[in-house]
């Protein structure tokens, strides 16, 4: 069967791949310490799943508004005003089948064939895929550690040529773990509006911050260039219930509705309900997680740093180690995906090489896992390693 130009240019996503490689070897029987997908270790809150299941018991499996029950859009409207000053009447919101389900719907509201979107590298492994799937040409500005991975206005200024619409902006970044502060923000808003461009603002990480950091959002300068897009896999670690939101201009919001309501519908009708009390309810769970996270995030950052070759920077958020790795290369292993081949075949450690985000020296550990698998995986790469520097 021939498939289509569109589906044959698209790559499978990397960091599902890998998983899902760690997950096949540990059903094998092999010790595997899989620090590769981004997915918090903690159990989904007992709130959230007595939520879905009354909502089950209740018969709410019917379909629902196709952008979500009222409810859920008006606790997200809440939510906006409420921790970020944004607002966005629940008209303005659209509630999808995950964060990446959102961005993908927002890509083909705004995207023309040919329209140019600025993604800064090191970016998040599915942006390129999705911006191409909607017919839009991935327009990469590479950042590196000297400028905190994050993008300045000069780097803008650079890629900016005539068919350019857009950017997808992340903070906190992954992988880098950059978080962009409220001047670094407004300094390339600027440009952006000068240009009159849109910015997909992917913050689903927002309440992975350390050392006292405060997310801010673009929104707040620049609402009517702005799609925020936001979810609840990482905050209330629900990664597999698949649900997430998109917030914006109107027109914009109209467009994503129009084309969900004739691709998937609405999203899953119970988990909407579990959505709804993660929104309204204490932020305890989502507090400890983070500062149990900001515990692992040092160690593995200390740990990695200890290994010849290995130069890690700390990051400000997110949950990742993004560690640049090109001091421990050598004739036979010469980039990121054979050294992660090497360590997932002789160390049995799965994660992600730093070429599915657009740089090659890198490689990128998950540190939502158990400090045993963290201090566990970073000693056998440490072992491995020695025999190649
Ligand atoms: N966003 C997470 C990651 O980067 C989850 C997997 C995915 O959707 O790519 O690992």
Same mark, same amino acid.
């Given at each position: 069967m021939?498939?289509s130009e569109?589906?044959g240019n698209?790559?499978?996503?990397?960091?599902? %791949? =890998?998983s899902?490689k760690? +997950?096949?070897?540990k059903n094998k029987?092999f #010790?595997?310490?899989?620090?590769? /997908?981004?997915?918090p270790?903690?159990?989904?809150?007992?709130?959230?799943?007595?939520?879905?299941?009354k909502a089950?018991?209740?018969g709410?499996t019917k379909?629902?508004?196709?952008?979500?029950?009222?409810?859920l859009?008006?606790a997200?409207?809440?939510?906006?005003k409420k921790e970020n000053?944004?607002?966005y009447?629940p008209?303005q919101i659209?509630?999808s089948s995950?964060?990446?389900h959102?961005i993908?719907?927002?890509l083909?509201s705004?995207?023309?064939?040919g329209?140019?979107v600025?993604?800064?590298s090191p970016?998040?492994?599915s942006?390129?895929e999705?911006?191409?799937f909607?017919?839009g040409?991935?327009?990469i500005v590479?950042?590196?550690?000297?400028?905190g991975?994050?993008?300045?206005?000069e780097m803008?200024?650079n %890629? =900016?040529?005539e068919?350019? +619409?857009g950017?997808?902006l992340?903070?906190? #970044?992954n992988?880098t773990g950059? /978080?962009?502060t409220e001047?670094?923000?407004l300094?390339i808003?600027?440009?952006?509006?000068?240009?009159n461009?849109w910015v997909i603002s992917?913050?689903?990480?927002?309440?992975?911050v350390?050392?006292?950091l405060?997310h801010?959002s673009?929104?707040q300068?620049?609402p009517?260039n702005?799609?925020v897009?936001?979810?609840?896999?990482?905050t209330y670690a629900?990664?597999?219930?698949?649900?997430?939101y998109?917030?914006?201009p109107i027109?914009?919001?109209?467009?994503?509705?129009?084309i969900?309501?004739?691709?998937?519908s609405n999203p899953?009708s119970?988990?909407?309900?579990?959505?709804l009390?993660?929104m309204?309810?204490s932020?305890?769970?989502?507090s400890?997680?983070?500062?149990e996270?900001?515990k692992?995030r040092n160690?593995?950052?200390?740990?990695?740093?200890?290994?010849?070759?290995?130069d890690?920077?700390?990051p400000e958020?997110?949950?990742y180690?993004?560690?640049d790795?090109s001091g421990?290369f050598n004739?036979?292993?010469?980039?990121?995906?054979s050294?992660?081949e090497f360590l997932?075949n002789?160390?049995?450690?799965a994660?992600v090489p730093?070429?599915?985000f657009?740089?090659?020296n890198?490689?990128r550990?998950s540190?939502?896992?158990?400090?045993f698998?963290?201090?566990?995986g970073?000693?056998?790469?440490k072992?491995?390693?020695?025999?190649l520097?």
């Open positions: 021939n498939i569109k589906a698209v790559a499978g996503s990397e960091t599902l %791949a =890998i899902s760690a +997950k096949e070897l029987g #010790s595997v310490i899989n620090l590769s /997908v981004g997915e270790d903690f159990d989904t809150p007992d709130y959230i799943k007595e939520a879905i299941i089950l018991k209740d709410k379909y629902t508004d196709a952008s979500s029950i009222i409810e859009r008006e997200i409207s809440e939510k906006l000053g944004l607002f009447s008209s659209i509630v995950g964060a990446k959102s993908t719907n927002i083909f705004l995207c023309n064939p329209d140019g600025i993604i800064p970016y998040w492994v942006y390129v999705m911006v191409k909607a017919g040409i991935p327009i590479k950042t590196t550690k000297g400028d991975f994050k993008v300045s206005t803008l200024k %890629a =900016i040529v068919n350019v +619409k950017i997808i992340n903070s906190p #970044s992988p950059a /978080v962009y001047k670094e923000l300094e808003t600027g440009i952006i509006k000068e240009n461009l992917d913050e689903v990480y927002e309440k992975f350390y050392d006292g405060l801010k673009i929104a300068f620049i009517e702005t799609i897009i936001n979810g609840f896999s990482k629900m990664t597999g219930l698949r649900i997430g998109a917030a914006g027109d914009v919001i109209k467009a994503a509705a129009r969900q309501s004739q691709t998937t899953c119970i988990i909407q309900y579990g959505a009390s993660a309204t309810s932020n305890d769970f989502v400890n997680m983070v500062s996270f900001e692992r160690l593995i950052v200390s740990s990695l740093n200890q290994i010849n070759g290995m890690c920077p700390m958020g997110a949950f180690a993004f560690c790795v421990v004739e036979k292993i010469k980039g990121s995906s050294l992660a997932i002789e160390a049995k450690v994660l730093g070429a599915a657009g740089d090659d890198y490689i550990l540190y939502a896992n158990s400090s698998d963290i201090e566990e970073v000693s056998r790469i072992e491995a390693v020695s025999h520097v």
